[in-house]
């Protein structure tokens, strides 16, 4: 069964910082795009970033550019989203998600989200 577990989430007080992993099994994810969303109460889904199966990487939107950086480790077959500076606006629920090879929608696999709370 393919699956995708999001971890990594918590509280966090603002400019502070988390990693997130997005770990995949089932499937061998470096052949796959993994792509970085969020959502927050009330809001659009907003996709992040997305890292391809050969390690490139799309853009961030403004509000994180800057601050959060995808990476991926094959060997590992994780995704990690590494989010610092973090503001209270960067609360939501972090999601990735799947595609094969390239950083195209539709994803095909979705993880169930961790959730991110910045507050102090």
């Known amino acids: 069964q393919l699956q995708l577990v999001e971890s990594g989430g918590g509280l966090v007080q603002p400019g502070g910082s988390l990693r997130l992993s997005c770990a995949a099994s089932?499937?061998?994810?470096?052949?796959?795009?993994i792509g970085w969303f969020r959502q927050a109460p009330g809001k659009e889904r907003e996709e992040i970033s997305c890292?391809?199966?050969?390690?490139?990487?799309?853009g961030y939107p403004d509000s994180v550019k800057g601050r959060f950086t995808i990476s991926r480790d094959n060997r590992k077959n994780t995704v990690y989203l590494q989010l610092n500076s973090l503001k209270p606006e960067d609360t939501a629920v972090y999601y990735c998600?799947?595609?094969?090879?390239?950083?195209?929608?539709?994803?095909?696999?979705w993880g169930q989200g961790t959730q991110v709370t910045v507050s102090s």
């Open positions: 998600a799947a595609h094969w090879r390239t950083c195209t929608e539709p994803y095909e696999y």
């Open positions: 089932g499937f061998t994810s470096d052949n796959y795009a």
């Open positions: 890292i391809s199966w050969l390690g490139g990487r799309t």
